[in-house]
């Protein structure tokens, strides 16, 4: 933020720079050497999430509004949902 004030002078004559990324959330470098921090175990918990939500959907789908059977599953999404 532009508030006329000079920024202080870091400590150390190193950079590096940070990419943030979708596949990859960051990939940091220093010019010489990079690093990767992998997000597979967080996709992966993502990807069953979607897949158990759209198998109870599913399942709710063919219960009529209001039964008892709809209502037992849409209390298991709203159970999952809150994890």
Do not use: C
């Amino acid at each position: 933020m532009e508030d006329g004030r000079e920024p202080p002078v870091a400590p150390g004559g190193n950079m590096a720079g940070i990419d943030l990324g979708e596949i990859q959330p960051a990939a940091v470098s220093d010019g010489q050497e990079t690093v990767l921090f992998s997000a597979r175990e967080l996709r992966s918990v993502k990807q069953y999430g979607h897949k158990r939500r759209a198998e109870l959907q599913r399942l709710q789908a063919s219960k009529k509004k209001g039964s008892r059977t709809w209502k037992k599953l849409q209390h298991r999404k709203g159970r999952f949902a809150a994890q």
